[in-house]
């Protein structure tokens, strides 16, 4: 029996527990095959956690970006006090779309690896209990 475990998890309970018994009527390999689950299952939360870590260093970069922008667009100044003229106030409203959207994609991203994060561990939780495992 081969499983895809890039295609199959993060898994609901439902498709899990029907792996499970399928891998229950394959008993001469099914210690090998939980173990595999269970190591990808690992790897793919702590892939996810390690992803997490990485954006929230650089959505505290970006965040500040795009409040700084909007601070130089409502004032009509640079940081420093000197006046922006209408190209530069043009241009900074488009830099701040920009960065409003990268936020934007940064914390989607967080999100979703957070959501997969939690879902490998309940997947690892329940194949450790189901195949009986001892971990």
Not at 28 to 34: G, P, S
Not at 71 to 93: F, Q, Y
């Amino acid at each position: 029996m081969t499983i895809n475990c890039e295609a199959f998890f993060p898994a609901t309970q439902n498709k899990l527990n029907v792996l499970m018994k399928t891998i229950d009527l394959d008993w001469e390999h099914k210690d090998e095959i939980l173990h595999q689950m269970l190591q990808f299952l690992t790897h793919l939360e702590q892939e996810a956690e390690e992803k997490k870590q990485e954006i929230k260093h650089q959505f505290g970069n970006e965040f500040q970006k795009m409040k700084d922008l909007e601070r130089m667009i409502s004032s009509c100044k640079h940081p420093n006090g000197v006046p922006l003229s209408k190209v530069e106030v043009k241009d900074a409203k488009a830099d701040l779309k920009e960065q409003k959207k990268l936020v934007h994609d940064l914390e989607q991203s967080f999100k979703r690896y957070s959501k997969t994060a939690q879902k490998a561990k309940v997947n690892a939780q329940i194949v450790i209990q189901k195949g009986g495992l001892k971990c």
